[in-house]
Protein backbone atom coordinates (compact mmCIF):
# COMPACT_ATOMS: atom_id res chain seq x y z
CA UNK A 1 0.00 0.00 0.00
CA UNK A 2 0.86 3.23 -0.87
CA UNK A 3 1.09 6.32 1.35
CA UNK A 4 1.05 9.83 0.23
CA UNK A 5 1.23 12.76 3.02
CA UNK A 6 -1.29 14.88 1.73
CA UNK A 7 -2.70 18.00 3.35
CA UNK A 8 -6.26 20.83 2.63
CA UNK A 9 -5.22 24.34 2.93
CA UNK A 10 -7.01 27.30 2.34
CA UNK A 11 -6.08 30.38 0.50
CA UNK A 12 -6.41 33.65 0.76
CA UNK A 13 -8.67 33.31 3.74
CA UNK A 14 -10.79 35.77 4.93
CA UNK A 15 -8.78 36.89 7.86
CA UNK A 16 -9.06 34.89 10.73
CA UNK A 17 -12.27 33.77 9.78
CA UNK A 18 -12.75 30.29 9.61
CA UNK A 19 -14.15 28.20 6.49
CA UNK A 20 -13.06 31.10 4.57
CA UNK A 21 -10.33 31.00 1.31
CA UNK A 22 -10.29 28.45 -1.14
CA UNK A 23 -9.58 24.91 0.01
CA UNK A 24 -6.36 22.74 -1.87
CA UNK A 25 -4.99 19.40 -1.07
CA UNK A 26 -1.34 19.03 -1.51
CA UNK A 27 0.12 15.49 -2.16
CA UNK A 28 4.06 14.87 -1.94
CA UNK A 29 4.78 12.38 -4.11
CA UNK A 30 8.58 10.29 -4.87
CA UNK A 31 7.40 10.36 -8.46
CA UNK A 32 4.19 10.88 -10.50
CA UNK A 33 2.32 7.92 -10.86
CA UNK A 34 -0.04 7.35 -14.34
CA UNK A 35 -2.53 10.10 -15.05
CA UNK A 36 -5.38 8.19 -14.08
CA UNK A 37 -3.58 7.69 -10.65
CA UNK A 38 -3.48 11.57 -10.11
CA UNK A 39 -7.08 12.05 -11.80
CA UNK A 40 -8.51 9.48 -9.36
CA UNK A 41 -7.04 11.51 -6.42
CA UNK A 42 -8.62 14.88 -7.17
CA UNK A 43 -11.34 13.16 -7.93
CA UNK A 44 -11.84 11.53 -4.71
CA UNK A 45 -10.91 14.73 -3.16
CA UNK A 46 -13.35 16.63 -4.82
CA UNK A 47 -11.98 20.29 -4.26
CA UNK A 48 -11.52 22.47 -7.34
CA UNK A 49 -8.02 21.59 -7.32
CA UNK A 50 -5.43 19.13 -5.87
CA UNK A 51 -1.68 19.58 -6.30
CA UNK A 52 0.90 17.12 -6.87
CA UNK A 53 4.64 17.85 -6.12
CA UNK A 54 7.73 16.01 -6.49
CA UNK A 55 10.68 17.20 -4.86
CA UNK A 56 13.35 18.47 -7.13
CA UNK A 57 15.99 19.73 -4.10
CA UNK A 58 17.37 23.28 -3.22
CA UNK A 59 13.67 24.33 -2.48
CA UNK A 60 11.98 23.65 -6.15
CA UNK A 61 9.50 21.21 -6.58
CA UNK A 62 7.95 20.18 -9.78
CA UNK A 63 4.19 20.76 -9.69
CA UNK A 64 1.01 19.99 -11.62
CA UNK A 65 -2.75 20.47 -10.48
CA UNK A 66 -6.02 18.63 -11.06
CA UNK A 67 -9.61 19.59 -11.19
CA UNK A 68 -11.86 16.41 -10.23
CA UNK A 69 -12.32 16.45 -14.18
CA UNK A 70 -9.22 17.36 -16.01
CA UNK A 71 -5.43 18.91 -15.32
CA UNK A 72 -4.84 22.51 -15.94
CA UNK A 73 -2.43 24.88 -17.17
CA UNK A 74 -2.11 27.08 -13.83
CA UNK A 75 -3.75 27.12 -10.54
CA UNK A 76 -3.05 30.14 -8.34
CA UNK A 77 -4.88 28.90 -5.07
CA UNK A 78 -3.11 25.30 -5.03
CA UNK A 79 0.36 26.68 -5.86
CA UNK A 80 -0.47 29.03 -2.68
CA UNK A 81 -1.51 26.96 -0.62
CA UNK A 82 1.68 24.32 -1.48
CA UNK A 83 3.99 26.86 -0.98
CA UNK A 84 2.26 27.87 2.60
CA UNK A 85 2.31 23.81 3.65
CA UNK A 86 5.84 23.80 2.66
CA UNK A 87 7.36 26.53 4.55
CA UNK A 88 4.87 24.87 7.62
CA UNK A 89 6.53 21.61 7.38
CA UNK A 90 9.73 22.95 7.30
CA UNK A 91 11.06 22.19 3.92
CA UNK A 92 12.10 25.35 2.76
CA UNK A 93 15.52 26.15 3.78
CA UNK A 94 16.08 29.84 2.16
CA UNK A 95 12.82 32.13 1.78
CA UNK A 96 11.35 31.12 -1.27
CA UNK A 97 10.20 27.76 -2.64
CA UNK A 98 9.79 27.66 -6.27
CA UNK A 99 7.68 25.34 -8.31
CA UNK A 100 8.46 24.10 -11.93
CA UNK A 101 5.10 24.14 -13.51
CA UNK A 102 3.36 24.11 -17.37
CA UNK A 103 3.28 28.05 -16.60
CA UNK A 104 7.42 28.46 -15.79
CA UNK A 105 8.62 28.96 -12.25
CA UNK A 106 6.56 30.01 -10.06
CA UNK A 107 7.70 31.24 -6.75
CA UNK A 108 5.90 31.82 -3.12
CA UNK A 109 7.79 33.17 -0.15
CA UNK A 110 7.00 34.33 3.42
CA UNK A 111 5.27 37.30 4.02
CA UNK A 112 4.47 37.33 7.90
CA UNK A 113 2.39 35.17 10.08
CA UNK A 114 0.15 32.75 7.94
CA UNK A 115 0.53 35.27 4.77
CA UNK A 116 2.50 34.53 1.76
CA UNK A 117 3.09 36.13 -1.00
CA UNK A 118 3.20 34.71 -4.93
CA UNK A 119 4.55 35.18 -8.02
CA UNK A 120 2.43 34.23 -11.35
CA UNK A 121 2.51 35.55 -15.25
CA UNK A 122 -0.05 37.69 -16.11
CA UNK A 123 -3.06 35.93 -18.48
CA UNK A 124 -3.72 37.85 -21.55
CA UNK A 125 -7.56 39.04 -22.51
CA UNK A 126 -8.40 41.02 -25.19
CA UNK A 127 -12.03 42.72 -25.66
CA UNK A 128 -14.96 40.70 -26.78
CA UNK A 129 -18.59 40.22 -27.48
CA UNK A 130 -20.27 38.26 -24.34
CA UNK A 131 -21.37 34.96 -24.91
CA UNK A 132 -24.86 35.12 -25.18
CA UNK A 133 -25.54 32.02 -23.37
CA UNK A 134 -23.39 32.94 -20.13
CA UNK A 135 -25.39 36.67 -19.93
CA UNK A 136 -28.89 34.14 -20.18
CA UNK A 137 -26.95 31.89 -17.43
CA UNK A 138 -26.01 34.31 -15.46
CA UNK A 139 -29.35 35.52 -15.31
CA UNK A 140 -27.58 39.67 -14.37
CA UNK A 141 -28.33 41.35 -17.76
CA UNK A 142 -25.37 42.91 -19.56
CA UNK A 143 -22.27 43.35 -18.63
CA UNK A 144 -20.87 46.52 -19.08
CA UNK A 145 -17.88 45.14 -20.82
CA UNK A 146 -16.54 41.57 -21.77
CA UNK A 147 -13.37 40.30 -22.54
CA UNK A 148 -11.69 36.69 -24.26
CA UNK A 149 -9.12 35.44 -21.89
CA UNK A 150 -6.82 32.86 -22.55
CA UNK A 151 -7.57 29.14 -21.84
CA UNK A 152 -6.09 27.62 -18.52
CA UNK A 153 -8.27 25.08 -17.50
CA UNK A 154 -9.62 23.83 -20.67
CA UNK A 155 -12.83 25.31 -22.01
CA UNK A 156 -13.74 28.67 -23.25
CA UNK A 157 -12.61 32.17 -21.02
CA UNK A 158 -14.83 35.19 -20.88
CA UNK A 159 -14.39 38.28 -18.23
CA UNK A 160 -17.38 39.91 -17.50
CA UNK A 161 -17.26 43.47 -16.06
CA UNK A 162 -20.58 44.64 -14.24
CA UNK A 163 -21.89 47.67 -12.18
CA UNK A 164 -21.52 46.95 -8.94
CA UNK A 165 -20.40 44.88 -6.20
CA UNK A 166 -24.54 44.00 -5.45
CA UNK A 167 -24.70 42.53 -9.07
CA UNK A 168 -22.14 40.18 -8.31
CA UNK A 169 -22.88 39.29 -4.81
CA UNK A 170 -26.49 38.32 -5.84
CA UNK A 171 -25.88 36.06 -8.95
CA UNK A 172 -27.37 32.70 -8.91
CA UNK A 173 -26.17 30.94 -12.43
CA UNK A 174 -28.45 28.34 -14.32
CA UNK A 175 -24.78 26.68 -13.93
CA UNK A 176 -25.89 23.63 -16.45
CA UNK A 177 -26.58 26.44 -19.12
CA UNK A 178 -23.33 27.86 -18.69
CA UNK A 179 -21.76 24.34 -18.46
CA UNK A 180 -23.39 23.66 -22.25
CA UNK A 181 -21.58 26.73 -23.22
CA UNK A 182 -18.29 25.42 -22.97
CA UNK A 183 -17.04 28.87 -21.29
CA UNK A 184 -15.95 29.43 -17.44
CA UNK A 185 -16.53 32.88 -16.51
CA UNK A 186 -14.84 35.63 -14.33
CA UNK A 187 -17.48 37.98 -12.87
CA UNK A 188 -16.11 41.35 -11.45
CA UNK A 189 -16.86 44.90 -10.60
CA UNK A 190 -15.63 47.85 -8.26
CA UNK A 191 -16.03 47.36 -4.93
CA UNK A 192 -17.15 48.43 -1.62
CA UNK A 193 -15.43 45.87 0.07
CA UNK A 194 -12.36 46.26 -1.64
CA UNK A 195 -10.79 48.15 -4.65
CA UNK A 196 -12.97 45.05 -7.02
CA UNK A 197 -14.78 42.24 -6.22
CA UNK A 198 -15.34 38.86 -8.40
CA UNK A 199 -16.59 35.38 -8.62
CA UNK A 200 -15.54 32.74 -10.97
CA UNK A 201 -17.49 29.99 -12.92
CA UNK A 202 -16.00 27.27 -14.35
CA UNK A 203 -19.04 24.07 -14.49
CA UNK A 204 -17.46 23.36 -18.37
CA UNK A 205 -14.43 22.29 -15.78
CA UNK A 206 -15.74 20.11 -13.29
CA UNK A 207 -15.72 23.58 -10.67
CA UNK A 208 -19.25 24.66 -10.40
CA UNK A 209 -17.92 28.15 -8.80
CA UNK A 210 -13.83 28.52 -7.56
CA UNK A 211 -14.07 30.82 -4.21
CA UNK A 212 -10.82 32.88 -4.67
CA UNK A 213 -9.09 31.85 -8.02
CA UNK A 214 -5.28 32.43 -8.34
CA UNK A 215 -5.59 32.30 -11.66
CA UNK A 216 -8.09 34.64 -12.52
CA UNK A 217 -6.37 37.47 -10.36
CA UNK A 218 -3.98 37.25 -13.13
CA UNK A 219 -6.37 38.92 -15.47
CA UNK A 220 -7.93 40.92 -12.96
CA UNK A 221 -5.03 42.28 -11.52
CA UNK A 222 -3.94 43.94 -15.31
CA UNK A 223 -7.45 45.04 -16.06
CA UNK A 224 -8.46 47.10 -12.79
CA UNK A 225 -5.03 47.88 -12.34
CA UNK A 226 -5.29 49.60 -15.88
CA UNK A 227 -8.93 51.39 -15.23
CA UNK A 228 -7.83 52.45 -11.56
CA UNK A 229 -4.16 53.61 -12.62
CA UNK A 230 -2.86 51.98 -9.51
CA UNK A 231 -0.40 49.09 -9.57
CA UNK A 232 -1.43 47.74 -6.36
CA UNK A 233 -4.90 47.05 -5.50
CA UNK A 234 -6.87 45.18 -2.69
CA UNK A 235 -9.28 42.62 -3.97
CA UNK A 236 -12.45 40.26 -2.55
CA UNK A 237 -13.20 37.39 -3.88
CA UNK A 238 -17.22 36.86 -2.88
CA UNK A 239 -20.17 34.57 -2.95
CA UNK A 240 -20.64 31.67 -0.36
CA UNK A 241 -17.00 31.46 0.54
CA UNK A 242 -15.47 34.76 0.80
CA UNK A 243 -11.80 35.12 0.78
CA UNK A 244 -9.29 38.76 0.13
CA UNK A 245 -5.91 39.05 -1.07
CA UNK A 246 -3.67 41.96 -2.32
CA UNK A 247 -2.56 42.50 -6.01
CA UNK A 248 0.52 44.33 -7.12
CA UNK A 249 1.15 44.21 -11.22
CA UNK A 250 4.77 44.48 -11.98
CA UNK A 251 5.46 44.16 -16.06
CA UNK A 252 3.66 40.79 -17.24
CA UNK A 253 3.94 39.30 -13.50
CA UNK A 254 1.06 39.72 -10.85
CA UNK A 255 2.07 39.29 -7.43
CA UNK A 256 -0.86 37.82 -5.21
CA UNK A 257 -0.33 38.38 -0.98
CA UNK A 258 -2.90 36.93 1.29
CA UNK A 259 -3.27 34.39 4.15
CA UNK A 260 -2.91 30.66 3.79
CA UNK A 261 -4.04 28.58 6.66
CA UNK A 262 -3.90 24.46 7.49
CA UNK A 263 -7.30 22.92 7.94
CA UNK A 264 -5.90 19.33 7.88
CA UNK A 265 -3.51 17.05 6.79
CA UNK A 266 -3.08 13.11 7.00
CA UNK A 267 -2.30 10.74 4.24
CA UNK A 268 -3.73 8.66 0.98
CA UNK A 269 -3.65 5.37 1.34
CA UNK A 270 -4.19 3.63 -2.25
Known amino acids: MNRIPYAELHAFADGDAPFTGNPAGVCLLERYPRDDVLLGIASSNNLSETAF??????????????????EVALCGHATFASGAWAFEKGRVAGDTAVFETKSGDLSVRQAGKNRFAMDLPVIPFSPADPNPIVVEALSAGDPVETMNVNRVHGADYQMMVFADEKTILDMSPDKSLLKSAFTNVIVTARGTSADFVSRFFAPASGVAEDPVTGSAHCTLAPYWCGKLERPELSARQI???PGALEVKLAGDRVLLTGRATCYLEGEIRL
Not at 53 to 70: I, K
Open 239 to 241: GPR
Open 53 to 70: LVSQGGDRWHLRWFTPTV
